[in-house]
């Protein structure tokens, strides 16, 4: 899942000023999870957002929504009203669902609340951390599972290198050496074999180093 | 705002072990000041940010979490749960320039009336101390 972190309240208070009716629109899919822009996270900043005003003596009319998802076009209609009646849209989801609202509503102003971080998974309850680059050429077929893109500081194919030190990077002893959980992984699954072969020089191309990607399947297209 | 400040307190009370110290104090007739309107949960991990930050916004000029004591949760974690929380809650009002000391959380069993009217007096009187909520809501029509 996309996971985010609510921007700074003195940011948004700066992006927000001067506008007196909002919509604080979230996202119930992934950055409900990350606890970040669902519908608890715009009760509670719409709270602030008024006991702020409030308190500046300026008035505010907010109305709280959250939609399934805000990075498909089919969902955005269901909020058009509360669009229309609204000086601008403060939106919870992640930059694809801020995107999403900006092309489906062209004049509206639609800000972010919220700053994508990454894609990643939770550990536990308030522990979020990242697993995919979304590098366009997955190698996880190889590498027992666990993606070195994503999860070594340098993004080695071929790994460890000389910074790992009882199975932690140098770069933190809080950080696993992705390397390390790599080869005690193949170890028992009995693929040590696997690391004999050298990755050749990837392919960064399809990693959005070649401009913005796009998928089009001819197939599925009207 | 003329004559003596009376602060409007609003206690999250856990169902188990804080708000039967709340009827034991009741039933000895102990006295704890009239500022303090309890609202039972079920458990104190269960009252979540929102809860705290309407109960400000809507004219309470404190709020205090009242939990069992730490190691005896009915369900195991609630008090660590709400303790954390109370804490990012502070740090919201923080962001707003709102007095950190109106919001406040406490452990006690279920037999410690006096103490449950001394911790009601304590946070009154802090509140009191810091005036009303800078939220410019008229207090005495609620």
Known sequence: ?222 | MKGKFEPLILAFCCNFCPSCSADLAESAKLQYPPNIRIIKVPCIGAVGTIHILKALENGADGVCLMGCLEGNCEYSTGNFRARKRVQYVKKLLGKLSIEKERLEIYNLSAAEAHRFCKLAREITETVRTLGPIPLKIDNSKI
């Open chain 1, 1 to 222: 899942m996309i996971v985010g972190q609510q921007k700074d309240f003195d940011e948004i208070k700066k992006m927000i000023s001067g506008y007196s009716r909002l919509l604080v629109l979230g996202c119930q899919t992934c950055v409900a999870i990350s606890f970040a822009g669902g519908m608890r996270e715009v009760e509670i900043l719409a709270s602030m957002i008024r006991m702020d005003r409030k308190m500046a003596g300026q008035d505010v009319e907010i109305v709280e929504e959250a939609i399934l998802r805000q990075c498909d076009f089919e969902f955005l209609d269901s909020v058009k009203d509360l669009v229309a009646d609204c000086d601008v849209v403060l939106s919870l989801a992640c930059g694809v669902g801020v995107q999403a609202m900006a092309e489906r509503y062209p004049d509206k102003v639609i800000l972010p609340g919220i700053n994508t971080t990454f894609m990643g998974l939770t550990e536990e309850m308030g522990i979020w951390s990242e697993r995919c680059a979304g590098c366009g050429d997955c190698v996880l077929d190889r590498t027992g599972g666990l993606c070195p893109i994503a999860r070594c500081s340098k993004g080695l194919l071929n790994g460890p290198c000389g910074g790992s030190v009882n199975g932690k990077c140098e770069i933190s002893p809080d950080v696993d050496c992705v390397w390390q959980l790599i080869i005690d992984r193949l170890k028992a699954l009995n693929q040590l074999e696997k690391l004999e072969e050298i990755f050749p020089i990837k392919d960064w191309s399809v990693s959005g180093h070649g401009g913005t990607r796009k998928i089009i399947r001819e197939d599925l297209t009207a």
